[in-house]
């Protein structure tokens, strides 16, 4: 049975950095393209919008409202990815999570609270 585990939030100030993990039990990791996701702002239930996606030979893209503050990486032999944030804003307050690109009912975890507030 895959696990996925995030970890790595917290609270930090405007301007500070945070770095979450999450690793991927059962032996696929290194066959899928993964991401970080996170609980759109305002939007209705527990909408997620991808913020960030890592392919299996290490290419990656970035939306632009986290391009050059968010460095996602991953090491498949840890069967674990990460996402290294800097300069955070109170905008990026909010439930990060991480799963396959596209986004698959197993490969959900329980996502890490992000908060950014003076």
């Known amino acids: 049975q895959v696990k996925v585990v995030e970890s790595g939030g917290g609270s930090v100030q405007p301007g500070g950095s945070l770095s979450l993990s999450c690793t991927v039990s059962?032996?696929?990791?290194?066959?899928?393209?993964m991401g970080w996701y996170r609980q759109a702002p305002g939007a209705p239930g527990e909408q997620r919008e991808l913020v960030t996606t890592i392919l299996t030979n290490g290419s990656t893209t970035y939306k632009d409202f986290v391009r050059g503050r968010f460095t996602i990486s991953r090491d498949n032999d840890k069967d674990t990815m990460y996402l290294r944030m800097n300069n955070l804003e109170p905008e990026d307050t909010t439930i990060y999570y991480c799963s396959s690109v596209p986004g698959s009912a197993a490969l959900w975890g329980q996502g890490t609270q992000v908060t950014v507030s003076s």
């Open positions: 059962g032996s696929i990791f290194r066959f899928l393209t």
